[in-house]
């Protein structure tokens, strides 16, 4: 449905995007993660076709975006990052504009526009200009406009940004039920937006891809996969007892809290254990939870981690 083959951007002397390839197939939705600057949003607009590549291609359902662009962008729809242009027009005005020049056929015309403003909850502010409106509603004016004409592919460029907790759980909802029948990349810099919404995650850093894998096999390589934190009431008794379980590598605990974490040797599974350690000593825990691994962590090791972790990636 969307794939790119050594998608590359420059401006200048200035490598934005440094040969991008991936795929994804019908139904999956894919997260563009990384930190600011990295390339997502110059690699969204190319394959939108809003943005000429400089070297490599993209496709979208089987329409090169340069050399089919008529074809291509009609199957997509983009989600730009900020608010949408046009902002003197009243979100009814904008969202009609927006049918006429998507070539939205006449008898679908107000269906598609009364779906889009009841799916992104538009109702309160139809006759509201743009420009007067919230970020938080903006942003859903901008979403409404990217699925109007009903797109197999949908571009989605940071869709929480400037949602409050709320909203940010509606537009999730959304595209996970868009998810259904259309293919989806979603950028963003918020992890948990990974877990929400995501199938597959691609991390990019300075314009290159470094980690392409799902949220679980991206968590798996985090040190805390796998490791046992608690909170004791006694906690050196705990750390003795910790101590003394042989597939455990190393113990820290935290400064601020007293959660104590139990590292296992690569490999070793120690929730079990480290709990008839506890039991066998009576130590009250107050809390006992088996880590499935940090995001933030992984993140933070793949997009600082240099050469080593591109190599592994
Ligand atoms: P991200 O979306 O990951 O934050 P961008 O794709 O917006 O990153 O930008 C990637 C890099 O390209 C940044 O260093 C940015 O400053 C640079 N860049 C983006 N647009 C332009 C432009 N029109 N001219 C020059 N540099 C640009």
Redesign the pocket.
Known sequence: MIETQALGKR?GD?V?VDGITFKVEPGQVLGFL?P????????MKMIAGFLAPTSGSARVCGFDVEEQSLEARRVVGYLPEGAPSYGEMDVRQFLEFIADAREVPANLRNKRIDDAIDRLNLESVLQQPIDTLSKGFKRRVGLAQAILHDPKVLILDEPTDGLDPNQKHEVRTLINAMARDKTIIV?THVLEEVHAVCHRAIIIARGRVLADATPAELESRSRYHQAVSLTATDVKAAKEALSRVPDVASIEVDAQDGRITAFPKPGRQIFVAVNAALQERSIVVRELALEGGRLDEVFRSITQGGAATEARA
């Open positions: 401006y200035f934005a990384g600011n600057g990295a390339g997502k949003s110059t690699t950028s």
